[in-house]
């Protein structure tokens, strides 16, 4: 178990600091590993392909299989989790063989589950505005809740992105935001006027920071320490609710809707990459397939061989 541990430990080192992936990435795959490992009860260099394709069954099915350690009842794994799992565990592998530690990648003959082409639930701009216009106070609770809900539609932020936004990165006179995104890329974002003004609201009654390592840090709880993830979670739901938006939305949603709506409006495929960072325009082109009505009736208004 201890030199289990040591190896987790120095692959997480490796993802870390040479592959510069982000803290929720590297916890993911760290355990998605330490998981597959306690289930076969296998040293990682005496793990084979079927042994992985059991593991893998035994997830999809959410029971124990014939995996010993895999714990009775567990949720099953739909198809875009089992592709993420897959991918974990091959990182893990070529680990290894770069380490010396094993001369093949067990996972290398074994095929990722056909996904379908994943088109995110979007927001209207009216569903929006509702769930905007819900945060209900003048209290420095109300006026936070406001400016994040404004600065994840407004910037289409990560939530991860919004929660570690600092006050020195808002410039608010210039009208723009400097994000740290997925692998510490900086990128610029545009800054609304609505997202700008409901910041500046919430500045002037932040509360002091529990500490001086947070001065910097913009969205604070009530304890004075920085926002998490989870509340933030929270605050969504709650303000659809009570926006009577029967979605099932998260953080996520506002960003997917501001890049819907930005397309929608004739923005450009390249420039809404760039906001929202990221690093292949496939990963923005999703957009374009969401509302095919708008692409269709510009694309018969304007097509040769329309009737006059």
């Known amino acids: ?23 929720n990435t590297v916890a993911a795959y760290s355990r998605d590993v330490s998981e597959m490992l306690a289930a076969l009860e296998l040293e990682p260099r005496a793990v084979r392909t079927d042994d992985i394709e059991r593991y893998l069954a035994s997830r999809a099915r959410g029971d124990s299989g014939s995996s010993p350690g895999m714990t009775p009842g567990t949720p099953p794994l739909g198809k875009r989790s089992q592709a993420r799992l897959l991918s974990s565990l091959r990182s893990f592998f070529d680990w290894l063989i770069l380490e010396g530690e094993r001369p093949d990648n067990p996972c290398d003959r074994i095929d990722a589950p056909k996904l379908g082409r994943y088109l995110p639930d979007v927001l209207s701009v009216g569903e929006v505005s509702a769930i905007l216009e819900s945060v209900a106070g003048s209290d420095w609770r109300a006026l936070r809740d406001r400016a994040i809900l404004e600065i994840l539609y407004g910037c289409g932020l990560r939530v991860s992105e919004a929660c570690g936004l600092l006050i020195s990165h808002v410039y608010l006179q210039e009208g723009f935001l400097r994000v740290v995104g997925k692998g510490d890329k900086e990128r610029l974002v545009p800054l609304g006027e609505m997202a700008a003004d409901a910041f500046r609201r919430y500045l002037e009654a932040r509360p002091q920071a529990a500490e001086p390592a947070f001065d910097d840090v913009a969205f604070l709880n009530k304890n004075g320490r920085p926002l998490s993830r989870v509340a933030v979670f929270n605050l969504v739901k709650q303000q659809a609710l009570a926006a009577g938006v029967n979605k099932e939305i998260s953080p996520h949603t506002f960003r997917h809707s501001f890049a819907t709506h ?6 450009d495929l390249r420039v809404v990459q760039e906001m929202l960072g990221h690093e292949s325009i496939l990963s923005t082109e999703i957009y374009t397939h969401i509302d095919t009505a708008t692409w269709q009736r510009s694309i018969l208004e304007h097509h040769p061989r329309r009737k006059a």
């Open 262 to 267: 930005l397309i929608e409006n004739g923005a």
């Open 1 to 23: 178990m201890a030199a289990q541990n040591r190896i987790i430990q120095d692959y997480r080192y490796y993802l870390r600091m040479e592959r510069k992936l982000s803290p």
